[in-house]
């Protein structure tokens, strides 16, 4: 079975400042990655994923993250945040080829920017 | 191109009525999943369907959940008998591909029971 493991439940962090948010896994399979970010009282929205290829990924809001398989992590950074980055964040595996396809997520880490 | 609905956003039953969400997938998608978001946890798997199919219930407590995803309309979850412990945020998510792809996310609707 595979599980998710997001060590730190809250972040606080000063405005452009750097910040590192933390994810483990555990899978006896390959993986599909994913950050998610949800804001107060909305849906979650897709930050990143990684699928195969290239083990620093991209996202959206000048958000990357890295995969490390042999350290089974998925690490979230950012080089300087911004107040508007204030949310929860949460980190996701599916199984590499899965016919399901369900999410298996993190307890989430609550990030919080300060000015 | 609308994203994923989902109504009511904001659900309160009391003890013993029963909840419907609904969930109305992105255009195209055809895979609908279901998860629930407890105070000071994650999102857990509830439940997977397809089109007038039900995929993978495995994350759906034995009784009182049901869930279905006709031909036409939108996907339901429903709980029969609810109780306070019922409490959490529902979210559903669409993907357009069976499978380890993307989902995109609804709103969610916060079920309350007093």
């Known amino acids: 079975a595979q599980s998710v493991t997001q060590l730190d439940s809250q972040v606080p962090v000063f405005e452009e400042a750097p910040v590192e948010l933390r994810c483990n896994y555990s899978s006896s399979v390959s993986v599909y990655l994913f950050w998610y970010v949800q804001y107060p009282n909305q849906g979650l929205q897709l930050l990143l994923k990684?699928?195969?290829?290239?083990?620093l990924v991209k996202g959206i809001n000048g958000f990357e993250a890295e995969f490390n398989k042999s350290q089974t992590s998925f690490h979230l950074r950012k080089p300087s945040v911004h107040i508007s980055d204030t949310a929860e964040y949460f980190c996701?595996?599916?199984?590499?080829?899965?016919?399901?396809?369900?999410?298996?997520f993190g307890k989430g880490t609550k990030l919080s920017v300060k000015p | 191109n609308a994203g994923v609905m989902q109504n009511p956003r904001h659900l309160v039953r009391r003890r013993g009525q029963e909840a419907r969400l609904r969930c109305s997938p992105m255009k195209g998608h055809s895979h609908v999943y279901w998860y629930r978001q407890l105070p000071e946890e994650g999102l857990k798997f509830m439940v997977y369907l397809q089109k007038e199919n039900i995929i993978d219930e495995s994350g759906m407590p034995k009784e009182r959940f049901s869930a279905e995803f006709p031909k036409e309309g939108p996907s339901i979850l429903r709980i029969q008998q609810v109780v306070r412990g019922d409490s959490a945020a529902y979210f559903c998510?669409?993907?357009?591909?069976?499978?380890?792809?993307?989902?995109?996310f609804g709103p969610g609707t916060r079920l309350t029971v007093t």
């Open positions: 990684y699928l195969s290829g290239s083990t």
């Open positions: 996701a595996v599916t199984l590499y080829g899965g016919s399901q396809g369900n999410l298996i």
């Open positions: 998510a669409s993907s357009p591909v069976r499978g380890g792809g993307e989902q995109y």
